[in-house]
């Protein structure tokens, strides 16, 4: 049993190594609405992770789960783009087009609200924070979604929001694989 127990708190400390840091996640629906909040540390410089964020060619690589992602417009500190992801829980596949616009506010602020009449939420907003904190770099993401699409009863919320923090934690991972100076020099 202690050999589990190390072996365990072993892995855990390599994921952290490598993973960045979980500080907070908390996922709960309100009135249909799916609200996600991550507070993470990524082992990246501030200006790393905010160019990986910025980057919508790099969308597939930061989650696999977008299919495809394309910039339509950008002017300055707003930009368009329409992306498409896909997600399954269990048997049930679901692709989902969004057509975003981003909007860089500032002192790190990262804000994008989703067009309900040509994506599949008929709300969809996140923000994003980047803290530079010297050597690593804070990352808190807030989402609020609300599908436009069945989702079958006996899946229930608490499936959806495991799923939801599932993809939300994979993103975070994927921002700091692309911006961690180790495999940029991979490159």
Not at 32 to 45: E, G, K, Q, T, W
């Amino acid at each position: 049993m202690l050999r589990i127990v190390a072996a365990c708190a072993l892995a855990l400390t390599l994921q952290h190594l490598h993973a960045g840091e979980l500080l907070n996640a908390y996922v709960n629906e309100i009135d249909d609405h799916y609200i996600l909040h991550l507070d993470m540390r990524v082992d990246a410089d501030y200006d790393s992770v905010y160019e990986v964020l910025m980057d919508f060619s790099k969308m597939m690589e930061v989650n696999n789960s977008i299919t495809s992602s394309k910039l339509l417009e950008s002017d300055d500190k707003i930009h368009k783009l329409h992306f498409v992801s896909e997600g399954c829980i269990w048997f049930f596949c679901r692709e989902v087009k969004q057509l975003v616009t981003v909007t860089e506010m500032g002192q790190g602020y990262i804000m994008s609200e989703t067009d309900p009449e040509e994506s599949d939420l008929s709300f969809g907003r996140t923000l994003w924070q980047v803290i530079d904190e010297g050597e690593t770099t804070r990352l808190k993401y807030n989402a609020d979604f609300v599908p436009d699409f069945w989702i079958p009863p006996f899946f229930g919320s608490a499936i959806f929001q495991d799923r939801m923090l599932e993809e939300g934690k994979k993103t975070v991972h994927g921002i700091e694989k692309l911006s961690s100076p180790i495999s940029n020099n991979d490159e």
